[in-house]
């Protein structure tokens, strides 16, 4: 059997594990907004027609922070259709997706979601068939206490106070040929230098988020990312990241093991920034705003496709990539995100694409309820209880085979320690087709009791959840594990995600929790 050990030591620290890590993309696309965040008239829906279903699976996922309104969407979308009167609002043809917008649900709509939702809000300017002046006008609208044209506007449409909102992106992967309005490396940095001036200068308490590259599979992205930077480095804060991962020709190891390259994503990126600021002589460091990342079947969706249909039937809300997932997707899933808590050293948000129906974790019908999709359970936990600091840890495990990757550790683990309540998480993918098992080191913990073991995996891994069956696949209790002389055992079954919390005895002991 595959034995997995770690030395925890609490002193060893990575980073604190940021809040923003648990954001999520809510895109006009396809069913994300129209008919699943707000469906008026559905059942589950309030007056204003935001489903109370959803939302409360929302908040029951643990999201913090919502990236909106997009998502290639926002190349073409004139943010000032989406505001004031709804019966006033124009409908649109969307390009991104080829679909019709018809702004019944727009930037208030958003806003009034997000504090229904107790998520913060990352905008997104549309840096494809508008200017820096859009911008510009966006911010004063969101921003601005009153007194001028766009924040008078505001105030016009009901909205008395300024949404505050401090996270912005100039656009999205505007080095993409599927982009609107794609832009060189020159003609991105250069705008962006000049956006961010600009819109710091209505709100110097922002930040700014630059685009990197957006595919990994484009030629010489790093390249491009440095040449965005040579021209903006000073003037903006973060620069984001996109990644979505399939299994490969069956390859499960590899599959399970996309956080690896989740983690070279970063630090090729990091890198890249690095390098750029020490040759411009910059105290600064960027941080990377992971702000789309997820399992997707992209194989089974031909972008080219929809591009070139001739007798393409327009429609609002059409059905697009609301992929089922699996048990083995949530396992993959799962890896992902601890990748990215790993790195909370220069991970400062991230963003799980998309909320709703759209390679989603909840999926919502116009006939039920909304229920949760095998991938939301690892995200709810991980959301609940990756709290404190990322423990630097350095797991001694023997590899396994990936026909995509060569040998990969055979098990991967994450951990984290809240100080204030003196809690260790554990989270582990046992990537092989053994069970394994798992020794953890105490020594330089109190004594130390389990409070929860739960785990995803081990056999069925192509079950999932549907409206018929919401609860298939839900993280199972486990009692495979032992404690004692200041060492955790645990038994990973084969294939498998697993979450182990830890408490102090005393505190549990207080509590009464002990187990």
């Not at 994300?32 to 008026?40: L, T």
Request: glycine share 8%; charged share 25%.
């Amino acid at each position: 059997m595959t034995v997995c050990g770690v030395v925890i030591e609490p002193s060893f620290t990575i980073a604190s594990v940021p809040r923003h890590m648990f954001g999520t993309l809510v895109e006009h696309m396809g069913r994300c907004i129209y008919g699943g965040i707000y469906e008026p008239g559905h059942a589950k829906s309030d007056a204003a027609g935001y489903r109370q279903d959803v939302l409360e699976l929302t908040r029951e996922l643990g999201v913090t922070m919502a990236r909106y309104p997009g998502g290639n969407f926002v190349a073409s979308f004139d943010w000032e259709d989406s505001v004031g009167p709804v019966a006033e609002r124009p409908s649109r043809l969307e390009l991104a997706w080829r679909q019709i917008e018809p702004n019944t649900f727009g930037l208030n709509e958003f806003m009034a979601w997000a504090r229904l939702a107790n998520v913060e809000p990352m905008m997104v300017t549309n840096f494809g068939t508008r200017d820096i002046a859009d911008a510009c006008n966006l911010i004063e609208y969101t921003n601005f206490p009153g007194g001028t044209k766009y924040s008078d506007l505001r105030i016009s449409h009901g909205v008395r106070e300024p949404y505050d909102i401090k996270l912005w992106c100039l656009g999205n992967e505007q080095d993409g040929p599927w982009q609107i309005a794609q832009k060189s490396a020159v003609q991105y940095g250069l705008e962006a230098a000049e956006a961010a001036k600009a819109m710091k200068r209505i709100d110097p308490t922002i930040e700014i988020i630059s685009c990197a590259s957006a595919w990994r599979f484009l030629p010489s992205p790093n390249t491009w990312q440095a040449t965005v930077l040579e021209h903006c480095y000073e003037y903006v804060d973060h620069v984001s990241l996109h990644g979505y991962f399939e299994p490969i020709d069956g390859d499960r190891a590899g599959y399970l093991a996309s956080g690896l390259v989740v983690e070279d994503i970063i630090d090729a990126a990091v890198a890249t920034s690095d390098h750029i600021g020490a040759k411009q002589g910059s105290k600064k460091k960027l941080g990377v705003a992971f702000d789309e990342w997820n399992i997707w079947y992209e194989s089974r969706f031909d972008l080219d496709e929809l591009y070139a249909r001739r007798n393409h039937t327009w429609e609002i809300a059409p059905r697009l990539i609301e992929d089922a997932y699996t048990t083995e997707d949530a396992i993959a899933f799962a890896g992902l995100l601890m990748s990215l808590i790993r790195r909370s050293d220069r991970v400062a948000s991230a963003c799980m694409s998309e909320l709703v129906n759209v390679i989603a974790p909840i999926r919502a019908e116009s006939g039920s309820e909304a229920w949760r999709q095998t991938t939301f359970h690892p995200f709810a936990l991980m959301a609940r209880h990756a709290r404190g600091e990322v423990l630097r840890i350095e797991p001694k495990v023997e590899k396994v085979h990936s026909a995509t990757y060569g040998g990969v550790p055979a098990v991967d683990v994450l951990a984290t320690h809240d100080q204030e309540s003196g809690g260790l998480a554990l989270f582990a993918v046992n990537r092989g087709d053994e069970a394994a098992t798992l020794e953890v080191e105490l020594r330089a913990l109190p004594r130390m009791a389990v409070v929860e073991h739960v785990e995803l995996g081990g056999d069925r891994l192509d079950l999932i959840n549907t409206e018929a069956a919401p609860d298939r696949v839900t993280p199972r209790p486990s009692a495979g594990h032992e404690i004692g002389q200041g060492q955790l055992r645990a038994q990973l079954p084969p294939a498998s995600w697993t979450m182990i919390r830890l408490l102090p005895e005393q505190r549990q002991a207080d509590a009464g929790t002990v187990r």
